[in-house]
DNA sequence: CGTGGCTCCTGGCGGC
DNA sequence: TGCCGCCAGGAGCCAC
């Protein structure tokens, strides 16, 4: 589930509980979320310590301390988080709990175990070594044109992959490409000018409203088909119904009146 | 380089 | 009701 928008809505999460407090306790439930360390690393560098600021580069989550490390958080497909103090408001799947000086706690709550929690000392490295692109909300128009002179892949695909830009998941990459009128099959090559001038309008248009509706449901404006992604979901702004196709082997949802192969 | 298949996990759903 | 296969919003790896 969580690409650009709800992780970047974890990490203003994050801003708003979980700075400048002391750090007393960190359980694992779990130690398959830790990726490459183990618990005595994650305590060493985070007990007693406070998280100062936070960042996001695509879908992770970089938490700095003030002793100059960062929690680094990925989500996976079913991560989040939840901040609570009564031991009955804790999540099932509580991987990560951090408890702080005020009898508060943050969870990293993660029914599957695809998600990865680190701690790092720098952040340009790690990305790095994740070959992770450019942040899709940092990426300036140029850069994004250029970025598809250079790849011929299916557009869906190019959007998706990280290494390329950072941030757009599968249904980032449907809405997309739906409110730009672009097939998700269409090879890169064959895109317009004017239309690459327009999804890139869309792709901040689209991550930007979604980060504002803390990428809840329920409360997408009309015109955007992410309520709608169910099987024959129909769109009900148009009379046209939604189809599904595979991509990259993921599932994919789209208009078939208004998103023609070019 | 691009694509597709497999894998890591857990759990919900539909079909039989 | 029970069992089974399929599917899910991520991503790394490998073969072609």
New binding site residues.
């Given amino acids: 589930?969580?690409?650009l928008p709800?992780v970047e809505t974890f990490r203003r999460y994050i801003d708003a509980t979980s700075l400048q407090k002391t750090i007393l306790d960190i359980s694992i439930s779990?130690t398959?979320i830790l990726e490459g360390i183990d618990q005595g690393l994650l305590e060493k560098n985070l007990l007693h310590k406070k998280f100062e600021r936070t960042s996001r580069h695509?879908?992770?989550v970089f938490i700095a301390s003030n002793n100059k490390h960062f929690l680094v958080l990925?989500?996976?497909?079913?991560g989040f988080l939840k901040y609570f103090k009564n031991e009955d408001e804790k999540p099932?799947?509580t991987r990560l709990l951090i408890e702080f000086d005020n009898n508060y706690k943050l969870a990293y709550v993660n029914?599957?175990?695809?998600c990865k929690v680190n701690v790092i000392d720098d952040k340009d490295t790690y990305t790095h070594d994740?070959?992770l692109g450019i942040d899709a909300l940092d990426i300036s128009f140029e850069e994004f044109r250029n970025l598809l002179k250079?790849?011929?892949?299916?557009i869906k695909?190019?959007l998706?992959?990280?290494?390329i830009i950072a941030g757009i998941?599968?249904?980032y990459a449907d809405e997309i490409l739906f409110q730009s009128g672009i097939h998700p099959a269409t090879?890169v090559q064959k895109i317009s000018d004017k239309k690459i001038r327009n999804m890139y309008d869309k792709l901040r248009n689209v991550l930007n409203v979604s980060i504002s509706v803390q990428?809840d449901?329920e409360k997408y404006p009309d015109g955007f088909i992410?309520p709608h992604?169910k099987k024959q979901g129909s769109y009900p702004k148009g009379n046209e119904t939604l189809k599904?196709m595979?991509?990259?082997?993921?599932?994919t949802y789209f208009c078939p009146v208004h998103q023609k192969k070019s």
Avoid: C
């Fill in positions: 589930m969580p690409e709800e779990n398959k695509g879908k992770y990925h989500f996976g497909m079913t099932n799947h029914q599957r175990l695809f994740k070959h250079k790849h011929d892949s299916m695909s190019l998706m992959n990280q290494s998941g599968n249904i090879k990428a449901f992410i992604r599904t595979k991509v990259n082997n993921r599932t």
